[in-house]
């Protein structure tokens, strides 16, 4: 009996987490869809792109459905648990295995086609350019995205400061944007040259490249917890009615 009940505490508390994780992600999931301002909506201004890279405009939608089934997950575990009912055990049993073969599917294909995603943005590198210098200081929706994807991730451009040359805002002003000179209010070409701000394509590398460790880490971590979660479940799937 205290061994059954060290296993409902930890399938409630586990839950638990997991039904907030869940809501959280469905949060953010309707902020991405819904909010305009979203630096996703920068892919809608680049003419001719790949059509692999639209797909990353669904990133919303993808972290809806991912939500929504943790949230469902954690609320099945929890109840299942606390009324000890078998059918709602062996349902978060079955969707905790789904996961858990779709993340170590995942985990493979991220490996194998690494090389072939990094091929990918390096081919939207011209046609990000292209937009940049047709559009930055034209289309005011463009523009603010830009502005905003740049002081989030602290870069300049895609690839540096000179994707701006040519582009109606550094025509029209003969300056560069603020945040290729470190907020300067008058960035002129020799400013931006000597601030050396990083382009935003080689921000985002920098930054997946220097959490792979922690990102590694947590994947570990969450599968552990999820195996953990298929065993505990079944024993307490198996102790029922004895």
């Not at 300049?156 to 400061?161: D, K, Q």
């Not at 109606?168 to 601030?195: H, I, K, Q």
Request: with cysteine; glycine share 8%; net charge negative.
């Amino acid at each position: 009996m205290c061994c059954s009940g060290l296993l409902k505490t930890f399938m409630f508390i586990f839950n638990g987490v997991i039904f907030l994780a869940g809501a959280a992600i469905l949060a953010v999931g309707i902020w991405v869809t819904v909010d305009s301002s979203s630096m996703l909506g920068v892919l809608s201004h680049i003419e001719d792109a790949p059509p692999e890279l639209a797909q990353l405009a669904n990133v919303g939608y993808l972290l809806i459905a991912i939500g929504a089934v943790l949230a469902l997950m954690g609320f099945l575990g929890c109840c299942g648990a606390v009324t000890e009912s078998k059918c709602m055990l062996l349902t978060f049993f079955i969707i905790v295995l789904i996961i858990f073969i779709a993340e170590v599917a995942g985990a493979i294909v991220v490996l194998v086609f690494q090389p072939l995603a990094k091929e990918l943005l390096m081919t939207v590198n011209e046609k990000f350019v292209e937009s940049i210098r047709k559009d930055y200081g034209r289309d005011e929706g463009f523009t603010k995205l830009m502005n905003e994807t740049m002081t989030q991730l602290k870069c300049c451009g895609y690839n540096n400061y000179t994707d701006f040359t040519g582009s109606p805002f550094e025509t029209r002003n003969n300056t560069y944007p603020e945040t290729c000179c470190n907020n300067l209010t008058t960035c002129s070409p020799s400013a931006a040259a000597s601030a050396s701000k990083v382009g935003c394509f080689n921000a985002v590398v920098k930054f997946i490249e220097d959490n792979t460790t922690l990102i590694g880490g947590v994947a570990l971590g969450i599968a552990a917890l999820e195996i953990a979660a298929m065993v505990v479940s079944m024993v307490l799937y198996n102790n029922i009615g004895k």
